[in-house]
């Protein structure tokens, strides 16, 4: 059984959604992939739907959603994108807070460094759960 990776910021809207995305172009094979957060914002961020649209070719608007915590299954693995406030709590086996800037209100450039940022910490994620060097007992 593949474990669950819960991608967490506040809002929901940005960086823990792209991470949702690429967690499931990526590591599909390895873990489920979702994303959640304690408040929502009426839709996700444009220009990240935009951006990872013209990177990667998924529409977030047709395949993800801004969600609460409660409204996600119970996961394994906990990410916090890096809140800048309070994080989110959220019961998991293992956690990281990967302290990512978000790029709202800020250039294409800045969004697509955080893109690829994230693109990779997915990538070495997948790695280090098919190494088993993440304790998910």
């Known amino acids: 059984m593949k474990p669950k ?49 013209d990177l990667y070719n998924i529409n977030m608007n047709e395949t993800h959603y801004p969600k609460l915590i409660k409204d996600i299954p119970e996961v394994d693995i906990v990410i916090k994108m890096g809140c800048n406030v309070v994080c989110p709590y959220l019961l998991s086996k293992y956690e990281e807070d990967w302290r990512l800037d978000d790029p709202t209100g800020k250039s294409d450039k800045e969004f697509k460094k955080i893109i690829m940022i994230i693109e990779g910490k997915i990538k070495k994620l997948a790695e280090k759960i098919k190494e088993g060097e993440i304790d998910l007992n």
């Open 5 to 53: 990776v819960a991608f967490i910021c506040v809002h929901n809207s940005c960086r823990s959604q792209i991470a949702e995305a690429l967690g499931k172009l990526f590591a599909s094979d390895v873990f489920k992939s979702y994303s959640a957060g304690t408040g929502l914002k009426p839709e996700i961020n444009q220009d990240a739907v935009r951006i990872v649209k």
